[in-house]
């Protein structure tokens, strides 16, 4: 889904050794105690434009549900990823 969209660099999820593997695309990690604005701080270091997680991840993807500045793109099969508006 990442290579359809367009995504070309960093990710920000909870598994970025897996990632980066399946993809190519470099990743950072989530952090999976803090809420959803310092997700959204971390990621914008990076210049990370989309999160991807697999299963659930502490807080997420629960937390990023309703919060603003978060966009569900897809959600299937235990596979979740949002966009950081």
């Keep these: 889904w990442l290579h359809e969209a367009g995504v070309s660099g960093p990710v920000m999820t909870t598994?970025?050794?897996s990632l980066r593997y399946a993809s190519g695309l470099?990743?950072?990690a989530l952090p999976a105690g803090d809420p959803p604005g310092t997700a959204r701080q971390?990621?914008?270091?990076y210049g990370a434009r989309y999160i991807a997680g697999f299963g659930?991840?502490?807080r997420y993807p629960q937390d990023?549900?309703?919060?603003p500045g978060f966009t569900e793109m897809l959600s299937e099969g235990g596979?979740?990823?949002y966009r950081i508006d």
Excluded: N
């Excluded at 990023?64 to 919060?67: D, N, Y």
């Design 56 to 58: 659930r991840f502490g």
């Design 15 to 17: 598994q970025p050794y």
């Design 64 to 67: 990023f549900q309703g919060s």
């Design 79 to 81: 596979l979740w990823i």
């Design 42 to 45: 971390a990621a914008g270091r």
């Design 26 to 28: 470099s990743a950072i």
